[in-house]
């Protein structure tokens, strides 16, 4: 499993221990909030429309250079390198988003949203399936991240928007 797929497995896992013990409110708003914050961060990774490899996710963003310690986020003196879109990110943002779009079911407008960047993305992936994650072999800072095979990364997208759409396509 993926990085991507073992933290959408340890959410749930988690999710679903909150709600077996009877969750703590605070708690749960707490980790719903968290969950959010890091859905509209995959939303802003989201190649917008009219842009070479629209609908894709940029593959990641990271610094030059590990940042010096201690160090805030927000504080953090290194330069951002943003690298291009690839398939295996579209297909975690439509992973991500599709699981969003049950999780927050409640809140309507939202799930449509996550649901809409999770279908986008799915498409893109399909219209460039081989466009793999660049590798710089460690230059900027963030090392390689070379993801060649996606059949994994294919089969959770799709399972994700099946459940949250029932639709076989």
């Known amino acids: 499993?993926?990085?991507?797929?073992?933290?959408a497995e340890n959410l749930r896992e988690e999710i679903e221990l909150l709600r077996r013990r009877g969750a703590d409110p605070v708690a749960e708003a707490a980790l719903?909030?968290?969950c959010r914050w890091q859905l509209d961060w995959l939303l802003r990774m989201q190649v917008p429309p009219g842009l070479m490899h629209a609908g894709l996710a940029f593959h990641r963003v990271h610094g030059?250079?590990?940042?010096?310690?201690?160090?805030r986020p927000h504080e953090d003196p290194t330069t951002r390198v943003l690298h291009r879109p690839s398939t295996a990110a579209g297909l975690h943002l439509a992973a991500a988003a599709a699981h969003g779009a049950r999780v927050f079911a409640g809140d309507a407008a939202y799930a449509r949203r996550l649901l809409a960047a999770a279908t986008t993305a799915y498409r893109a992936a399909q219209a460039e399936p081989e466009l793999r994650a660049p590798d710089d072999h460690g230059a900027f800072g963030g090392g390689p991240y070379a993801h060649d095979d996606l059949d994994g990364d294919w089969a959770w997208a799709a399972a994700e928007l099946w459940l949250a759409t029932r639709d076989p396509a």
């Open 32 to 34: 719903a909030a968290e």
């Open 64 to 71: 030059t250079e590990w940042a010096p310690l201690p160090c």
């Open 1 to 7: 499993k993926n990085m991507s797929e073992r933290a």
